[in-house]
């Protein structure tokens, strides 16, 4: 008569198609929730390339309506109250539509890759502190590492608004761009010694909750930290694993010097 007790190999068996399985259907969940992701950042992105087409628009329909007021009151006569009220409303008018233009140009992403997310930042503040007359200064920490080019430009887009914030709002004589490539994580820094967000206007608080869903979407988070007088700092954070092209596997010298802070200047 056979025994019917497993033997060894039978269960060693099974337990290897039963991890298979759970491997089979961890990776079938990790596939759909990164097909999930990538639609999600599609339509993001689908969405700011309408809001880009909408600005356009009002801002060519703007023009056009300063261009007939101009033409009514040049109709009028001169040293007139009703000319000069026209005249004080266009110069109004004309300061806001190149504030949007600046605001629109300001929102483009330029070609952002993986590997040259630093030269983008760099261009990007050159160009607000020559708008802004607000001094600027990017700060790479340690060696930089390839970013997957589609998280490339998310990181772009939610720093590029905490940048603009900072500029316009923040009253600032100095504001600082800082990216750590870290073991764990990816950081960016962005530091100002403005007046701090307690006292900005309520539009300095714009798009703090935009750039906080952006990053859950890449599964990082943005914090906010501001002193009354003595600035604001918003920092985001995306975990290495998910927005390094290769894992960033560094020896002891690297985390050493990461954890010591050393840096690079960038302008």
Not at 22 to 51: D, K, S
């Amino acid at each position: 008569m056979s025994s019917l007790t497993p033997t060894p190999l039978l269960l060693l068996s099974g337990l290897l198609l039963a991890c298979l399985a759970l491997g089979g259907v961890l990776l079938a969940c990790l596939r759909g929730a990164e097909r999930r992701h990538q639609h999600r950042l599609a339509r993001m992105a689908e969405r700011e390339q309408a809001a880009y087409a909408l600005q356009d628009m009002l801002l060519q329909n703007m023009q056009g309506m300063i261009l007939r007021f101009q033409g009514v009151g040049h109709r009028l006569p001169d040293g007139s109250a009703e000319r000069a009220t026209i005249e004080t409303i266009l110069d109004q008018a004309d300061e806001t539509l190149a504030e949007g233009r600046q605001r629109i140009l300001a929102l483009r992403v330029p070609a952002v890759r993986g590997d040259n997310l630093s030269q983008a930042f760099a261009a990007l503040g050159q160009s607000l502190q020559q708008s802004f007359n607000t001094g600027f200064h990017l700060i790479v920490s340690a060696a930089p590492v390839p970013l997957k080019a589609e998280l490339s430009e998310e990181i772009y887009r939610i720093v590029r608004e905490a940048l603009y914030n900072a500029f316009q709002h923040a009253g600032a004589a100095q504001i600082e761009l800082e990216l750590v490539y870290g073991c764990e994580f990816f950081s960016l820094y962005v530091r100002d010694d403005g007046k701090g967000m307690a006292l900005r206007p309520p539009s300095g608080y714009r798009g703090v909750a935009a750039m906080r869903a952006r990053a859950e979407l890449l599964g990082g988070s943005v914090e906010v930290l501001s002193l009354e007088e003595q600035g604001t700092e918003v920092i985001l954070k995306v975990p290495a694993r998910v927005c390094y092209q290769q894992p960033n596997r560094a020896g002891w010298q690297r985390r050493l010097a990461t954890w010591l802070g050393r840096a690079d200047n960038v302008g």
